[in-house]
């Protein structure tokens, strides 16, 4: 066994064999293009908006912070996808690193996260509706309107149905328009004229105080705007070079997404007009932010060129959503969450065309309309935290399983992982938080509904007791249950029992302490996996 493969991930040859057919094509600016555009959807239409109605100007300093936390978050798991590159890899690292308690819990949140891909083709929808209003009846989509969201689901699918190489290709080319754009709004924005002061008039720079700096993360839209920049991770077991393209891809990523942010959030702030800002920056209030904009300083082009981009933008990050849920699917079917049915390579395309099958009916059902879709929708983002506070635990698990076991120091590793690691989760934990009682009442005991789940799944599997695999993962649904316990009495959104700053630092102190807990338990777990059967 290679020293630092994890014994779980040897333990189906079925999985070796499909593994070897995904084809390794994506260089770094595919990687790159994959990884923009799924950050850069239908958020950079609304966020700057909501942002400054959230914290004025102040929203600046939002949108760097949110950069350099997702920053922190993403070397965590460039690391993992630099010395550990596997189709799905994010799903994978948790089952590997803290068992399978860990691995259905979080394999559970992201198959429920498949949902934000339909929300991304309801955005489509929602401005389609501009030219076609007949699309909604409503705030619902009327029968014509589900049968084209239908339709434009399998035609996302069908893109993705051929090969990796085709997928890269067309998302390079939906990339380069995304980025354009954007660009041309900041640019034709700033031409047709500024209003000085902007930063300190109307209250100042932070009108409604810096702690909305902090509501603004998730109220405004923020941590939805800049999350998906891991998507190259799960792109890992398909890149050429994934020790060196990987973490560059994402890095970039992340990096030229937040100067576009900050670019068209400066354009907003300086160019609307001053005539809406007679009840402060809370007062702005437009349905298509920078199409009404645009319509209202007389630029009609550009209106027009922005009301075709709010439905390729939602578009291509769509397009991506369906290849990474595809990814997730495959990856959940290898941890056993789902039948290895699903697990399936087309050897002549390389594409996990049964999971893409899967995803598609998955889609469609979020888009029916039931009552309560729209909660389920607008916790997406916590589900994703999720999954970067697990990957936090898994690359501590490995570096500290490995200490103790005397392995040499792997290449790919990222200098000062080891403090960067636990920050990184108690950020997670933290942004988590912030979401708001009303998101997480729903979000986290949704995702607790993996621990029955894996009950399910014990009966009858080989390795190790269902009682060793709930003393593993026992860190994980405590601070779930402890983090809705918190953020019902906190200050977003909860009872206000406990003030600012008071919950927040109490999130922190609690992500500390289970960040301790849950390494020591997936290096427990990996030392345990490592034994000869005979031993355990």
């Given at each position: 066994m290679p020293q630092n493969e994890p014994a779980e991930s040897l333990a189906a040859p079925a999985v070796q064999v499909e593994e070897r057919r995904l084809r390794k094509d994506l260089g770094f600016w595919g990687l790159t293009a994959i990884g923009f555009s799924n950050i850069l959807g239908s958020g950079w239409l609304f966020a700057a908006m909501y942002a400054a109605q959230t914290a004025g100007p102040a929203a600046l300093l939002s949108w760097i912070a949110a950069g350099a936390l997702c920053g922190l978050v993403a070397l965590v798991m460039v690391e993992l996808g630099a010395t550990r590159p596997e189709g799905g890899g994010t799903v994978r690292w948790p089952l590997y690193a803290s068992g399978r308690l860990v691995g259905t819990v979080i394999g559970w949140s992201v198959l429920l996260s498949v949902g934000g891909t339909a929300a991304e083709i309801s955005a489509i929808m929602q401005y389609a509706a501009h030219y076609l209003p007949g699309l909604y009846d409503g705030s619902r989509l009327s029968a014509p309107g589900l049968g084209v969201a239908v339709a434009l689901s399998v035609l996302l699918t069908a893109l993705n149905w051929f090969a990796v190489r085709m997928f890269a290709r067309l998302n390079n080319l939906v990339s380069v328009f995304k980025v354009v754009v954007p660009v041309v709004t900041v640019i034709a924005l700033f031409l047709s004229g500024t209003h000085s002061g902007r930063l300190t008039d109307h209250g100042g720079f932070a009108p409604y105080g810096y702690a909305a700096c902090l509501t603004a993360l998730a109220g405004g839209g923020i941590v939805y705007s800049v999350n998906g920049f891991q998507a190259p991770l799960d792109f890992s077991g398909e890149a050429r070079n994934p020790r060196r393209n990987v973490p560059a891809a994402v890095l970039t990523g992340i990096g030229l997404a937040v100067l576009?942010?900050?670019?068209?959030?400066?354009?907003?702030?300086?160019?609307?007009?001053?005539?809406?800002?007679?009840?402060?920056?809370?007062?702005?209030?437009?349905?298509?932010?920078?199409?009404?904009?645009?319509?209202?300083?007389?630029?009609?082009?550009?209106?027009?060129?922005?009301?075709?981009?709010?439905?390729?933008?939602?578009?291509?990050?769509?397009?991506?959503?369906?290849?990474?849920?595809?990814?997730?699917?495959?990856?959940?079917?290898?941890?056993?969450?789902?039948?290895?049915?699903?697990?399936?390579?087309?050897?002549?395309?390389?594409?996990?065309?049964?999971?893409?099958?899967?995803n598609l009916a998955v889609i469609i059902v979020f888009m029916l309309p039931f009552g309560g879709w729209q909660d389920i929708v607008s916790v997406m983002g916590d589900m994703y935290l999720l999954i970067y506070a697990a990957s936090a635990v898994a690359v501590a698990a490995f570096r500290a399983h490995e200490r103790e076991s005397g392995v040499p120091r792997t290449e790919g590793e990222v200098p000062g992982v080891r403090w960067i690691a636990p920050v990184s989760f108690i950020v997670a934990g933290e942004f988590v938080f912030w979401s708001g009682w009303h998101d997480l009442r729903l979000a986290l005991p949704l995702v607790l509904l993996g621990v029955p789940l894996f009950l399910l799944q014990q009966r009858g599997t080989e390795g190790p007791s269902p009682r060793v695999e709930l003393l593993h993962g026992a860190w994980l649904v405590f601070h779930l249950a402890a983090l809705t316990l918190l953020s019902w009495l906190g200050t977003f959104g909860g009872s206000g029992h406990l003030p600012a700053p008071y919950d927040s630092v109490a999130v922190g102190a609690l992500s500390l302490g289970v960040f301790v807990w849950a390494v020591h338990s997936g290096a427990d777990h990996l030392s345990r996996q490592s034994q000869p059967m005979s031993m355990r």
């Open positions: 576009v942010y900050l670019g068209l959030q400066l354009a907003f702030l300086f160019t609307v007009p001053e005539s809406l800002l007679g009840n402060g920056w809370q007062g702005v209030d437009f349905e298509s932010p920078f199409g009404q904009l645009a319509l209202v300083l007389n630029l009609h082009w550009l209106a027009t060129l922005l009301y075709a981009d709010a439905v390729i933008s939602p578009g291509g990050s769509a397009y991506v959503g369906v290849a990474i849920d595809a990814r997730h699917t495959y990856a959940l079917a290898k941890n056993g969450l789902l039948p290895r049915f699903f697990m399936r390579i087309d050897p002549r395309s390389g594409m996990a065309h049964r999971a893409l099958l899967l």
